[in-house]
């Protein structure tokens, strides 16, 4: 009898041992399912970074969709001063060659020409030069949208009329520091330049021809700033923007910088100042430092090129105000009464001050780096 008891107590733990294996492969089938979805999603948590990370990389070449670039290209500036100042000197080359400099009957013709030497330099830069580039050109040059557009057009009319005073005021200041003396009333000094142009005395009174002159300035400016169109496009469409990375200051000193050599053929040739020298070219490069920091500040206010465009039209409509209220038979030394003689720097660089403790040139909101367009 206790024979067949021992047997059963024997087979007892086979019989419970079954059991166990079949729950432990159960919980063994059990955890490998749940490890199964969480080796899943550890593939799916390391897979999400590349996929998402995709984009930036097919983003990356649309960085350079904005309006001042992360650095400044130096060759491109290097090759656009050098292409600016080499083809001035090339239209220019005529008034050398035969010695009779600004006296040459194709002056007229070759000067307007030479306005347009920049804006030729710094296309050829955009499209052949500079890399990345720009993009959208038009827009990085200021040309084009005017947005928005009621700022840029009131502002193209405060730099019309703005430069317009600052030669003005420039002349009268000369007149108060006894540099110049002035014929507000008969106005014989251009009396006496009507008389030599015309033997025929003419039907209008000179004072009306002054005024008329006075106000033809505004339409005078919008004929200029065709011309001046091909300067603006070079020095503060495309300079000044492309040296923003240094700073407000650094581009737009050394923009201007640039822009008074560039005058050095006509300089060199007795150009506005009657200065054939060195001197002559320091001269046209302070004053264009100072006038191109007012011109820059509408294009940095802006983010348009046509109110700098129209102003310098206007400035040049300007130039000869001294010849209308100067008196007869007195003279007026350039260097000091000229539209960027000395005395008219002074009137600048006050302007410039109010500017300054105004904080018009921190306002660049056209300029801000934006992120690329998607």
Do not use: K
């Not at 086979?14 to 593939?43: C, F, K, N, W």
Request: charged share 10%; glycine share 10%.
């Amino acid at each position: 009898m206790s024979a067949p008891i021992q047997s059963d107590q024997t087979a007892a733990p086979d019989q419970t041992a079954a059991p166990d294996r079949t729950a432990a492969l159960d919980r063994t089938a059990a955890l490998d399912r749940t490890a199964a979805p969480d080796r899943t999603a550890a593939l799916d948590r390391t897979a999400a970074p590349d996929r998402t990370a995709a984009p930036d990389r097919t983003a990356a070449p649309d960085q350079t969709d904005t309006l001042i670039p992360a650095r400044v290209p130096w060759t491109a500036v290097t090759i656009f001063i050098v292409m600016a100042c080499g083809l001035a000197w090339l239209v220019a080359l005529p008034l050398w060659l035969d010695g009779s400099g600004l006296a040459n009957p194709f002056a007229g013709l070759l000067l307007p020409v030479i306005m347009f030497t920049p804006g030729i330099a710094a296309l050829f830069v955009v499209f052949m030069v500079q890399r990345p580039r720009p993009r959208p050109v038009t827009e990085y040059l200021g040309l084009w949208p005017l947005r928005p557009a009621g700022r840029t057009i009131w502002m193209t009319v405060f730099g019309i009329f703005g430069s317009a005073l600052v030669v003005i005021a420039g002349v009268f200041l000369a007149a108060a520091l006894g540099l110049v003396q002035l014929d507000l009333v008969s106005f014989s000094g251009f009396a006496q330049v009507v008389q030599a142009a015309s033997p025929v005395e003419s039907p209008i009174p000179v004072g009306l021809i002054v005024l008329l002159q006075l106000l033809m300035i505004p339409v005078a400016a919008i004929f200029n700033g065709l011309f001046a169109l091909g300067e603006e496009i070079g020095w503060r469409g495309w300079l000044l923007p492309t040296l923003r990375p240094l700073g407000t200051w650094p581009a737009l000193l050394i923009s201007g910088a640039v822009w008074g050599f560039w005058h050095s053929p006509l300089i060199l040739l007795g150009y506005n100042f009657g200065q054939p020298n060195l001197l002559g070219v320091g001269l046209m490069i302070g004053g264009c430092v100072l006038y191109g920091v007012l011109l820059g500040w509408l294009r940095l206010r802006t983010g348009s090129v046509w109110p700098a465009v129209f102003a310098h039209g206007a400035f040049n409509a300007t130039a000869g105000f001294l010849l209308l209220v100067v008196a007869a038979d007195t003279s007026a030394d350039p260097v000091s009464t000229g539209p960027l003689g000395w005395v008219t720097w002074i009137v600048m660089a006050l302007v410039i001050a109010v500017l300054v403790l105004t904080g018009q040139f921190r306002t660049q909101p056209a300029l801000q780096r934006r992120p690329a367009r998607p």
